[in-house]
């Protein structure tokens, strides 16, 4: 069985400061895949970010980075110098490797609400 | 451009009735997803369809039923069996190809039970 947690509810962060964002994981399963979404109000999901377990470097799109700390089953979002677009909720996800379309797991997620 | 279309975006419902949402996809994805959110919640799957004329039940599918005729369809119906629908519903495709399998997103159904 999998398990994704994610502890913070809501956070603020100042605009073009940087906020981290956690995620830890629990799983049985040798090599996985994790996954950040972003959803705004608009509703849609939004991937942002991908790391396999396998990966020895940290994942980075842009002012996304994902800092991958395997051995704490620990894989947080930084979003760097943040912008107002950047307010929305979050969705840590895992899904085991070769790919199990059953067995994809969404954290509960973490809405971010970026001040001017 | 390409994408997902999920309609209707909002849907009101009485007790009693089914209710069929529909998701378009051009993006010549196989698999596609039918995803349920809860506030406070993360996504909890409902059916996915890995090819045309399949498909297997998520984690929630009491209630739910879909078909996969196209591949570019996969409409799902919210039965009056199901105990608790008023929910926003997301469905999503990814393609077969790659390794990262992330999956996109349509804009979402917002079904409320009256």
Redesign the interface.
């Known amino acids: 069985a999998q398990k994704i947690t994610q502890t913070q509810p809501g956070m603020f962060v100042q605009e073009k400061e940087a906020v981290t964002l956690d995620c830890t994981y629990d799983t049985s399963d040798q090599s996985y895949g994790l996954f950040w979404y972003k959803q705004p109000s608009s509703g849609e999901m939004i991937f942002l970010i991908y790391q396999g377990s396998y990966d020895e470097q940290n994942a980075t799109e842009g002012r996304y980075s994902l800092n991958f700390q395997k051995a704490r089953k620990s894989a947080n979002l930084v979003i760097s110098a943040s912008q107002l677009g950047d307010s929305a909720m979050y969705f840590c996800a895992m899904r085991p490797l070769p790919l199990d379309d059953y067995k994809l797991s969404f954290g509960a997620g973490t809405t971010v609400t970026v001040r001017a | 451009d390409g994408g997902i279309t999920q309609s209707p975006k909002y849907l009101f419902r009485k007790e009693g009735q089914n209710v069929t949402l529909s998701c378009e996809q051009n993006l010549n994805h196989d698999?596609m997803?039918w995803y349920r959110q809860d506030p406070?919640?993360?996504?909890?799957?409902i059916y996915?369809s890995?090819i045309v004329n399949d498909f297997?039940k998520?984690d929630i599918a009491e209630g739910y039923s879909v078909s996969r005729e196209k591949k570019e369809s996969f409409p799902l119906t919210v039965t009056s069996a199901q105990k608790n629908p008023t929910a926003?519903y997301?469905c999503?495709s990814?393609t077969s190809t790659g390794?990262?399998?992330?999956?996109?997103?349509?804009?979402?159904s917002?079904l409320t039970v009256l």
């Not at chain 2, 406070?40 to 799957?45: E, F, H, P, S």
């Not at chain 2, 390794?99 to 979402?108: K, R, V």
């Open positions: 698999a997803y406070g919640q993360g996504l909890r799957l996915y890995q297997q998520g926003f997301l999503a990814r390794n990262t399998g992330e999956l996109f997103f349509g804009e979402g917002r």
